[in-house]
T-cell receptor, first 109, second 113 residues
Framework: QKEVEQNSGPLSVPEGAIASLNCTYSDRGSQSFFWYRQYSGKSPELIMFIYSNGDKEDGRFTAQLNKASQYVSLLIRDSQPSDSATYLCAVNQGGKLIFGQGTELSVKP | NAGVTQTPKFQVLKTGQSMTLQCAQD?????MYWYRQDPGMGLRLIYY???????DKGEVPNGYNVSRLNKREFSLRLESAAPSQTSVYFC????????????FGDGTRLSIL
């Protein structure tokens, strides 16, 4: 079992819809959780991080964490074609980030 | 603000050649990391340095060595390159706190023939 799992996609949503990206992790001792966006041929850039149970909102982005279920998600409201990218979930375990394989998101105009 | 700078951006090697990938950060971060990214595999940690003077193996260290030259610089060396090491290599830095994110360089695209 991979330590951090994401659906590889591609996930396709129409412009203006809500995109929901999910991530599960295996280590209950994980302390913090990060979402990175990566455009093709570019480096990962941080979108959100969360370390407490519940929701954290930043503009069109909401991160949700449920430590009991070992589940973290990213919601993107009012999706735009510019949101089309690969989204990487990363979990801090013992000072190291463990990445999922990424979910490819495609927002169709 | 430069952030994390990696050199070179592209490199083609022949099997058996050696080379060093350079990484420097200007954010005064204590921790630095080297990852490789292959299609469908996400980012995999090669080596990391939690603080100046320390280095530790990550998930895929075989075939690589690292040097934490000072607080700013962390280099990755391939002693005898193999085609399986064809990949995109990313350097990152962060503060030690687990709640602090990592900041990435632009990557080095390495092809080994």
């Amino acid at each position: 079992q991979k330590e951090v799992e994401q659906n590889s996609g591609p996930l396709s949503v129409p412009e203006g819809a809500i995109a929901s990206l999910n991530c599960t992790y295996s280590d209950r001792g994980s302390q913090s959780f990060f979402w990175y966006r990566q455009y093709s041929g570019k480096s990962p850039e941080l979108i959100m991080f969360i370390y407490s149970n519940g929701d954290k909102e930043d503009g069109r982005f909401t991160a949700q964490l449920n430590k009991a279920s070992q589940y973290v998600s990213l919601l993107i409201r009012d999706s735009q074609p510019s949101d089309s990218a690969t989204y990487l979930c990363a979990v801090n375990q013992g000072g190291k980030l463990i990445f999922g394989q990424g979910t490819e998101l495609s927002v169709k105009p | 603000n430069a952030g994390v700078t990696q050199t070179p951006k592209f490199q083609v090697l022949k099997t058996g050649q050696s080379m060093t990938l350079q990484c420097a950060q200007d954010m005064n971060h204590n921790s630095m990391y080297w990852y490789r990214q292959d299609p469908g595999m996400g980012l995999r940690l090669i080596y990391y340095s939690a603080s100046e003077g320390t280095t530790d193996k990550g998930e895929v260290p075989n075939g690589y060595n690292v040097s934490r030259l000072n607080k700013r610089e962390f280099s990755l060396r391939l002693e005898s390159a193999a085609p399986s090491q064809t990949s995109v290599y990313f350097c990152a830095s962060s503060e030690i706190s687990p709640h602090q994110p990592q900041h990435f360089g632009d990557g080095t695209r390495l092809s080994i023939l």
